[in-house]
């Protein structure tokens, strides 16, 4: 009774549980009467589901990709329970629900005394819903535990306008900006127009996916989507890119410490024997060491307080360049530039692309919404400012540096002024805190195809988020172009996860429904997205090989 109830009530539809916010201060009969007909009603309930909500790889996605755009309260544990099931529920903790799905903490999903209906239920085999929190099955279990554990079982919150806009913005407002003066340098100054047209695009694709959410009952995140618009196969391909972009933004984050950390300290060197780490090697190294204990966390809500804080470090960065550029008056460049530059102008694109690498999360933003009215709004004030950061960046940056751009705009800021140090320091610093983050929905997403029989033991996860992290510093060190990388995630990846799949998605689940209009511009933004990213990664690819040979 105890999975099946996990399996069966993974989702509730937001009319029962705005009936059972209603009727929350009733009796206790009416909770027991609706445990024993839960058991009566399942087979019904399944029937009503879309097809989206089936059990088809990944399950965890939601939970974990929550940790973006809530700060649930901290707790910090390391990878030491009985069961990858505790583990997750700990882990990918959920907080902020649209749809008021209720969850069972670990320290009071246990019962002190075992029930009857647990001991007489037969073990059955557990899905890959073991890996998610489990799911308080009936109205007198949520009421009971509120009432026993008010103090460690958080209330539903509801996201606010403005907190809404907050997650947008430190979803887009990433390492991407770093690189967008360096994105001028190989495009031109007539490429920054690919940014404002990469804006308006993404925006547009973003109201897409809202109406892909809407279209029919239980879609809550982009696997679903996929789902919904191509089967089981969409939503494999999709989560399966999603993922990758996440791996290789891990890769970003380590190559960035790695820059960053030898320009400190250019001297710092290591000898092993017959072989010696230079500075960028031995930074390297010490970053995949230090995140690691980070990736084996328990809770990451410690982590997601400070990543919260994502936005406030890329502004303190940018207000560092401009007191450099506006007040210490630093110019090491005095040409005007260049103008237009088709040979490099795909790298570019690729890492304008980058910067509009959201779309992953915007449905949980969305559904965790107390007014999902406001998500147009909430969508065009998180672009339009981050894309005034971005732009301002962009031609502060190349103003400044000209021509001796490099990828990471912080490399070319004089150490000697404090402007310069604590832009460097607020740089170093945000990666390790958005590392196990990162990592995290990957982590989850390949615990979920561990054989059941090996669910109990946690050594299969600490496994896997090991070999992750070594991965991710094997690949750093064997192409360290911060800005190359960045173009091909950009171009290839972001391509289509912004521009080319929820267009895809939009006109498969409402094929007959949309206007021409919306045909056409989905027809023309998926061409787009294609020829930025044919275009993109072929220029970004030879790049690095040309730089590795």
Not at 44 to 59: E, F, I, R
Not at 185 to 194: F, L, P, Y
Not at 245 to 269: G, M, Q, R, T
Not at 497 to 520: E, N, Y
Request: with cysteine; glycine share 6%; hydrophobic share 40%.
């Amino acid at each position: 009774m105890k999975s099946s109830v996990s399996e069966q009530s993974l989702y509730i539809e937001s009319e029962e549980d705005e009936d059972e916010e209603k009727e929350f201060t009733k009796g206790e009969q009416e909770g027991d009467d609706s445990d024993t007909s839960n058991h009566d009603s399942t087979q019904n309930q399944q029937k009503s589901k879309p097809d989206s909500l089936n059990t088809t790889w990944p399950q965890s996605y939601r939970q974990s990709i929550d940790l973006y755009s809530s700060v649930p309260s901290p707790n910090i544990t390391f990878l030491g329970t009985p069961t990858i099931s505790r583990l997750s529920g700990s882990v990918l903790s959920s907080s902020l629900k649209r749809r008021h799905t209720p969850e069972i903490f670990p320290s009071a999903a246990k019962p002190l005394l075992p029930t009857v209906v647990d001991e007489q239920q037969p073990q059955q085999r557990r899905s890959s819903h073991s890996l998610l929190p489990p799911l308080l099955s009936t109205k007198a279990s949520v009421k009971k535990s509120t009432k026993a554990d008010s103090h460690e079982i958080p209330a539903t919150r509801q996201s606010s306008y403005g907190q809404a806009v907050l997650n947008g913005m430190n979803v887009l407002c990433g390492v991407g900006i770093l690189s967008t003066p360096y994105a001028v340098k190989e495009g031109g100054w007539v490429g920054i127009s690919v940014l404002f047209i990469f804006a308006a695009l993404s925006y547009y694709t973003g109201l897409l996916l809202r109406y892909c959410l809407d279209s029919q009952p239980g879609l809550e995140t982009y696997p679903d989507i996929g789902q919904a618009a191509f089967g089981t196969v969409g939503r494999l391909a999709i989560s399966i890119i999603l993922y990758a972009e996440l791996y290789a933004c891990c890769v970003e984050h380590i190559i960035l410490e790695s820059d960053n950390l030898s320009a400190l300290f250019p001297n710092a060197k290591l000898n092993l024997g017959a072989y010696e780490l230079n500075s960028h090697h031995l930074f390297a190294v010490l970053t995949a060491i230090a995140v690691l204990p980070t990736v084996w966390l328990r809770d990451l809500s410690v982590l997601s307080y400070i990543s919260a804080g994502g936005v406030i470090a890329s502004i303190l960065v940018v207000i560092c360049l401009f007191w450099e550029g506006l007040v210490d008056k630093i110019s090491f460049e005095q040409s005007k530039g260049t103008t237009l530059n088709l040979t490099t102008l795909p790298v570019a694109i690729g890492l304008y692309g980058y910067c509009y690498s959201g779309h992953a999360v915007f449905p949980n933003i969305y559904t965790s919404m107390e007014k999902p009215s406001q998500y147009p709004a909430v969508l065009l004030t998180s672009f339009g400012i981050c894309t005034l950061m971005y732009a301002g960046v962009a031609v502060m940056g190349y103003m400044m540096f000209g021509e001796l751009t490099l990828s990471q705009f912080t490399l070319n800021m004089p150490q000697h002024l404090v402007a310069s140090k604590i832009a460097v320091w607020t740089t170093v610093v945000n990666p390790f805190t958005k590392y196990a983050l990162t990592m995290t929905p990957v982590a989850m997403s390949l615990e979920e195809l561990i054989p059941s029989n090996h669910l109990k033991s946690h050594i299969y996860s600490i496994l896997i988020r090991t070999a992750l992290v070594i991965s991710t510093l094997v690949v750093s060190l064997t192409i360290p172009f911060f800005g190359l990388v960045m173009a091909f995630i950009g171009s290839l990846l972001t391509m289509l996860v912004t521009l080319i799949l929820p267009c895809a998605c939009f006109m498969s689940i409402l094929r007959g429904k949309i206007t021409r209009l919306q045909g056409l511009l989905c027809i023309l933004i998926i061409a787009v997205g294609v020829v930025s990213a044919v275009f993109g990664t072929y220029s970004s690819l030879s790049q690095i090989i040309k730089n590795l040979s």
